[in-house]
């Protein structure tokens, strides 16, 4: 059978761009739908835009793994296309002594992950390095840095076009179909309305991951993860900066929690914080200023509410709920749902923005391309 495209991508953002640019390499011709009217307009928009080194996550976990390798291929991209990054450095700190063995801890677990160029640190040297830091204790992470998110995609997304694939904006997946000699008829919606023939589907829609899954006919409905909404608002400082390198306490439950960077344009700021949510509100509530004021002493004392303006909110796809251990990504190929030819990506959620192209690359592998 002759299809109208070799393998079509649902999903815009910096890991359906991955996928759509590791399939592009391997000679496939692809389409990437995305629904809104600009690429990267959900979770990659309104995320930190920190290239995670890959220190916190489980032995053998598909976050660890893809997270150091994509780091590594991450940088070597954003060098070659002169892309925006900077490789500042972080500093995983201890601002109390009882803190000291959570980050010895979080050592151990980077240097099974593989992370490199590691340091222990006083909380002398720390602040040899950074005055400002309070810190009794403090691990220095010279792999991690920031970048920009969106030149990133855009990059990307003109790969994508260079190797004769189409990214389509305004195009929602209505639902999709397998054909019965392989492959799959998948109708998108929008003023450009249309339905199209593709070999291979990969999903990789973030937020709407779930939804996306339930259009698929045939996907068996238990097999998908139940989903839910984590919210995290970011506040800026006004006035100079306190700091170049990043600067993570100890993690909270369910994520990273509340650090510092300086942005690109030499601002900082602070987030996100995580409190679920039923929908998608992306209000920052100004009277958290004082909340993250006391928190942000912890490890800069002085800090004054009065500087902090909110910022923007951002939204992560977990696949846990409030106070439940937090899993693993979860791509569903045939071995899960049983349909030859679909990859479906769930629980994308940091750092899978580090870890895109390195999942773009297994998503092909799975799918034998």
Not at 186 to 200: N, P
Not at 326 to 346: K, N, R, S, W, Y
Request: aromatic fraction near 8%; charge should be negative; hydrophobic fraction near 40%.
């Amino acid at each position: 059978m002759t299809f109208d495209f070799d393998a079509t991508v649902v999903g815009a953002g910096a890991v359906g761009l991955a996928c759509g640019r590791a399939l592009s390499k391997r000679g496939l011709t692809v389409l990437v739908l995305e629904k809104e009217a600009h690429i990267g307009q959900g979770v990659s928009s309104r995320n930190s835009e920190v290239i995670h080194g890959g220190l916190y996550y489980p032995t053998g976990s598909l976050k660890a793994r893809a997270c150091v390798e994509g780091r590594r291929l991450l940088y070597a991209f954003l060098e070659s296309r002169k892309v925006d990054h900077w490789k500042c450095g972080k500093l995983v700190v201890a601002p109390e002594e009882a803190e000291v063995a959570r980050i010895e801890a979080i050592f151990r677990q980077a240097s099974t992950n593989g992370v490199e160029g590691l340091e222990h640190l006083t909380g002398e040297q720390a602040r040899a390095l950074e005055p400002a830091l309070n810190a009794h204790a403090a691990i220095l992470s010279p792999e991690s840095g920031v970048f920009d998110s969106h030149g990133y995609m855009l990059a990307l997304q003109g790969e994508i076009e260079d190797a004769g694939g189409s990214v389509v904006v305004s195009a929602p997946l209505e639902g999709a179909e397998p054909l019965a000699s392989g492959g799959f008829s998948i109708r998108v919606g929008g003023e450009g309305a249309m339905t199209v023939t593709s070999r291979l589907l990969v999903t990789a829609p973030g937020l709407s991951a779930q939804m996306v899954a339930r259009s698929i006919e045939g996907y068996p409905a238990p097999l998908i993860p139940e989903g839910h909404f984590g919210k995290g608002v970011y506040f800026r400082l006004t006035g100079p900066a306190p700091f170049n390198r990043l600067i993570y306490p100890p993690p909270i439950a369910g994520a990273l929690g509340t650090h510092y960077r300086k942005d690109l344009g030499g601002q900082g700021v602070f987030g996100p914080d995580l409190a679920f949510v039923e929908i998608e509100d992306y209000a920052v509530d100004p009277d958290k200023r004082d909340v993250f004021a006391h928190y942000i002493r912890r490890f800069r004392a002085g800090v004054e509410a009065e500087r902090l303006v909110p910022d923007y909110a951002g939204i992560r796809p977990k696949l846990h709920g409030d106070g439940e251990e937090q899993p693993d990504f979860q791509l569903h190929g045939t071995e899960v749902h049983g349909l030859d030819g679909l990859m479906a990506l769930f629980g994308i959620e940091s750092p899978g923005l580090t870890s895109s192209l390195a999942l773009g690359e297994i998503v092909a592998d799975r799918l034998d391309v």
